[in-house]
């Protein structure tokens, strides 16, 4: 498992430092969430996912680290465990290589479109950008990136499926030299035609909301920093609440393995 989930966790990294043109002058990224979850399983998923998006703020300064914590919980956590959700959900039971497929690219829309939602909302409660403004933009945009995110999922895992089924199952990593190159192949190719292509220097949708925003909102909320009351205490409530819910997911887990174990 720890050999594909470095080589999964490379493919996510180089996927979300390369942005493509989206409609409205805006540019979008992928983000991969649902395809760890599918292959990883949530846990070992979201913790791939969270190396990927603290190694982004540590060494590429996107996101940085007063926004971590909400990065964790929109880009990590919400596509992590809703990818798996849909996934699972729309593919059921069912050994069918299609509907498998067609599950992955569910899951990889739909958890894109709920981060977005999540972002809004968080940008609602913060005061920097109106309910009404931010969700409908957000999402709209998203479910347009939504589509490459989920067409990138089921593709990885109709790719997987030919040359390693095993993987959809959640078993054990790369064995062998053949299965090396093909990861390697696997991860590269993809990068080697983003590459040529360049990177979009257009603004994402949430920058190019940000930059939109009136000063009376969030310019001036944003000058304030932590130093505001306000934002410091929305801040911890925010951490709090991620460390309450990863806790809860954590334990409903458990709970499911002990079961069917002692079942």
């Given at each position: 498992?720890?050999?594909?989930?470095?080589?999964?966790?490379?493919?996510?990294?180089?996927?979300?430092?390369?942005?493509?043109?989206?409609?409205?002058?805006?540019?979008?990224?992928?983000?991969g969430?649902?395809?760890l979850?599918?292959?990883?399983?949530?846990?070992?998923?979201?913790?791939?996912?969270?190396?990927?998006i603290?190694?982004?703020?540590?060494?590429?300064?996107?996101?940085?680290?007063?926004?971590?914590?909400?990065?964790?919980?929109?880009?990590?956590?919400?596509?992590?465990?809703?990818?798996?959700?849909?996934?699972?959900?729309?593919?059921?039971?069912?050994?069918?290589?299609?509907?498998?497929?067609?599950?992955?690219?569910?899951?990889?829309w739909?958890?894109?479109?709920?981060s977005?939602?999540?972002?809004?909302?968080?940008?609602?409660?913060?005061?920097?950008?109106?309910?009404?403004?931010?969700?409908?933009?957000?999402?709209?945009y998203?479910?347009?990136?939504?589509?490459?995110?989920?067409?990138?999922?089921a593709?990885?895992?109709?790719?997987?499926?030919?040359?390693?089924?095993?993987?959809?199952r959640?078993?054990?990593?790369?064995?062998?030299?053949?299965?090396?190159i093909?990861?390697?192949?696997?991860?590269?190719?993809?990068?080697?035609?983003?590459?040529?292509?360049?990177?979009s220097?257009?603004?994402?949708p949430?920058?190019?909301?940000?930059?939109?925003?009136?000063?009376?909102?969030g310019?001036?909320a944003?000058a304030?920093?932590?130093?505001?009351?306000?934002?410091?205490?929305?801040?911890?409530?925010?951490?709090?609440?991620?460390?309450?819910?990863?806790?809860?997911?954590?334990?409903?887990?458990?709970?499911?393995?002990?079961?069917?174990?002692?079942?």
């Amino acid at each position: 498992m720890v050999p594909i989930m470095g080589v999964l966790s490379a493919f996510v990294f180089a996927a979300q430092t390369l942005n493509f043109p989206v409609l409205g002058g805006t540019s979008g990224h992928l983000v991969g969430g649902a395809l760890l979850a599918v292959l990883l399983g949530p846990g070992a998923g979201f913790l791939a996912l969270v190396t990927v998006i603290v190694a982004q703020a540590l060494f590429l300064q996107d996101g940085g680290l007063i926004a971590l914590g909400a990065n964790l919980f929109n880009i990590g956590a919400v596509t992590v465990w809703s990818g798996y959700a849909v996934f699972h959900l729309a593919g059921g039971k069912s050994d069918r290589p299609k509907r498998l497929y067609l599950a992955g690219f569910l899951a990889g829309w739909a958890s894109l479109v709920l981060s977005a939602i999540s972002c809004a909302l968080q940008l609602a409660v913060s005061g920097a950008i109106p309910l009404k403004v931010g969700l409908p933009a957000m999402a709209g945009y998203h479910a347009i990136i939504g589509l490459v995110e989920g067409a990138l999922t089921a593709g990885v895992l109709a790719f997987l499926g030919r040359v390693r089924p095993d993987l959809l199952r959640l078993r054990a990593g790369l064995q062998g030299a053949g299965d090396w190159i093909g990861a390697v192949v696997f991860v590269a190719a993809p990068y080697v035609l983003l590459i040529l292509a360049g990177s979009s220097e257009l603004p994402d949708p949430l920058q190019k909301l940000l930059a939109a925003a009136p000063l009376t909102g969030g310019r001036e909320a944003e000058a304030g920093g932590l130093a505001s009351p306000d934002r410091f205490l929305n801040f911890i409530g925010l951490a709090a609440a991620f460390v309450v819910l990863m806790a809860a997911v954590l334990a409903v887990g458990r709970a499911v393995r002990d079961k069917r174990g002692h079942s």
